[in-house]
């Protein structure tokens, strides 16, 4: 299970930092470092779906690491759910760009990956017991 262990942190690192660090540190910097608002609305055009992509992915080998500790029942684990919230947020991301109301729609997508992902970060690996 080390190799669970390792890819799990990895994955987590990557994903719910990267999804963090966009939204909440790199566009606020941007802003006030003066650039041009539809430079950075273009930016955030381009970064938001590259980095949701990305945290589908990790999400998906994050559900199979906790199908691999956990076996039958995964989906009674907070774990499990919280990994296919991401994933139908991630889904729902990339659904609603043709939408009239798409871009709002895309935010609070991009929202409940983000918070969903700290609520995952407060959670025990799938390799740990509980006490």
């Given at each position: 299970m080390r190799g669970g262990r390792i890819a799990w942190q990895l994955a987590q690192t990557l994903w719910v930092g990267?999804?963090?660090?966009?939204?909440?540190?790199?566009?606020?910097?941007?802003?006030?470092?003066?650039?041009?608002?539809?430079?950075?609305?273009?930016?955030?055009?381009?970064?938001?779906?590259?980095?949701?992509?990305?945290?589908?992915?990790?999400?998906?080998?994050?559900?199979?690491?906790?199908?691999?500790?956990?076996?039958?029942?995964?989906?009674?684990?907070?774990r499990a759910q919280l990994l296919v919230v991401v994933l139908l947020a991630v889904g729902s991301f990339f659904a609603v760009t043709p939408l009239a109301n798409g871009p709002y729609l895309q935010l609070f997508a991009y929202l409940v990956v983000a918070f969903s992902g700290l609520v995952l970060v407060l959670q025990r690996r799938p390799d740990e017991t509980g006490r």
């Open positions: 990267g999804v963090w660090m966009l939204h909440f540190v790199l566009l606020p910097a941007l802003q006030k470092f003066g650039l041009a608002p539809l430079l950075i609305h273009e930016i955030a055009g381009f970064m938001r779906p590259l980095v949701l992509g990305f945290a589908g992915v990790c999400a998906v080998l994050q559900l199979l690491v906790v199908l691999a500790a956990q076996g039958r029942g995964v989906m009674l684990d907070l």
